[in-house]
């Protein structure tokens, strides 16, 4: 039962100031995670300065997720481009304090 409800995701790809935007809803878990990969796949090559991450519906997301968004925060550090998250949720935003992350992302 857990596995199912876990697996209400939502993902998109869209843009966001004049740049890709990767629109994640809902929660992520470790079987979700080949989507997100994807959607990163797809739109880290057209990024110019930054890609925006937008987490206002996201409720959860696990360990495996926040794996996969730092590495493509160093991937687009490599190519002098950023990963910003716009508006993330309250519970993203707890994730992201408990973790420090929201010391090395940009958040808006």
């Known amino acids: 039962m857990i596995g199912q409800f876990m697996a209400q995701a939502n993902i998109k790809t869209t843009t ?4 890709p935007c990767i629109e994640i809803r809902g929660q992520w878990d470790q079987a979700g995670m080949e989507g997100l990969i994807k959607a990163f796949q797809k739109s880290v090559p057209k990024v110019e300065s930054r890609l ?7 409720d959860y997301l696990d360990s495996a997720g926040l794996g996969v968004i730092m590495f493509n925060m160093n991937e687009l550090s490599r190519r002098n481009a950023k990963l910003v998250l716009v ?7 707890q994730i992201l304090r408990t973790t420090s992350l929201d010391k090395v992302l940009e958040i808006r």
């Open 16 to 19: 966001y100031e004049g740049e």
């Open 52 to 58: 925006f991450l937008r987490l206002t519906e996201l």
């Open 87 to 93: 508006q993330p949720s309250d519970e993203m935003r």
